[in-house]
Nanobody
Framework: QVQLVESGGGLVQPGGSLRLSCAASGTFYTIRAMGWYRQAPGKQRELVAAITSDNNTNYADAVKGRFTISRDNAKNTVYLQMNSLKPEDTAVYYC?????????WGQGTQVTVSS
């Protein structure tokens, strides 16, 4: 099992920036990929960005050019830098860790972009 602790969510105005962090503990050495998902009330949870153990990255079309995912293996931490935020980015953001024999989720952190 992997435990994921998220931080960095908050309230920002359109055009602002936030940086989300997700620290992994437990059997972190079994992680093969990590990603960020988001879900707005009444809507389907969607993949925002993902990064593999060989640093291959993937982004949703809606965030390409604005968001950047990165990983610090020494700290067992993944980051999501969010720039040029839009009201449609408002959602609960969840960290996900894909392991050899399953996956784990963080508790979620609220990101609100006003107006």
């Amino acid at each position: 099992q992997v435990q994921l602790v998220e931080s960095g969510g908050g309230l920002v105005q359109p055009g602002g920036s936030l940086r989300l962090s997700c620290a992994a503990s437990g059997t972190f050495y079994t992680i093969r990929a990590m990603g960020w998902y988001r879900q707005a009330p009444g809507k389907q949870r969607e993949l925002v960005a993902a990064i593999t153990s060989d640093n291959n990255t993937n982004y949703a079309d809606a965030v390409k050019g604005r968001f950047t995912i990165s990983r610090d293996n020494a700290k067992n931490t993944v980051y999501l830098q969010m720039n040029s935020l839009k009201p449609e980015d408002t959602a609960v953001y969840y960290c996900n860790a894909k392991r050899v024999m399953g996956q784990n989720w963080g508790q979620g952190t609220q990101v609100t972009v006003s107006s």
